[in-house]
């Protein structure tokens, strides 16, 4: 069972924040609540449809993968493996010189 304002979907639970921020500052809010939150990781495509629903709150979504540049490795911040992705035509679209975090749109 999930706290006031959040979301269940199967064993996790969901909270979306319509403020605008930049990834860092909503990685800070989730580790904020104090209750071992994160930026979501999707696993697969019926979650991915779950999280997708979720945009007709907000435009855009900050997910917790990140790409590590160094050697150039998709991860979860939750310490997830990637197993499950479902990229956009031309995307990812990183750069290979700096760290970069993905947003769902």
Same mark, same amino acid.
């Given at each position: 069972?999930?706290?006031?304002?959040?979301?269940?979907?199967?064993?996790?639970?969901?909270?979306?924040?319509? /403020? $605008?921020?930049?990834?860092? %500052?909503?990685?800070?809010? =989730?580790?904020? @609540?104090?209750? !071992?939150?994160?930026?979501?990781?999707?696993?697969?495509?019926? /979650? $991915?449809?779950?999280?997708? %629903?979720?945009?007709?709150? =907000?435009?855009? @979504?900050?997910? !917790?993968?990140?790409?590590?540049?160094?050697?150039?490795?998709?991860?979860?911040?939750?310490?997830?493996?990637?197993?499950?992705?479902?990229?956009?035509?031309?995307?990812?679209?990183?750069?290979?010189?700096?760290?970069?975090?993905?947003?769902?749109?």
């Amino acid at each position: 069972s999930c706290s006031e304002h959040w979301t269940a979907r199967g064993d996790k639970c969901y909270r979306v924040f319509t /403020e $605008q921020m930049t990834w860092k %500052k909503a990685e800070e809010n =989730c580790i904020g @609540l104090g209750i !071992g939150a994160k930026l979501a990781s999707i696993s697969s495509a019926e /979650e $991915q449809q779950f999280v997708d %629903k979720q945009l007709l709150i =907000c435009e855009d @979504l900050w997910s !917790g993968l990140i790409f590590h540049h160094r050697d150039s490795m998709l991860a979860w911040t939750n310490g997830n493996s990637v197993s499950f992705t479902n990229w956009a035509p031309g995307e990812p679209n990183v750069t290979l010189e700096a760290d970069g975090c993905v947003r769902v749109n």
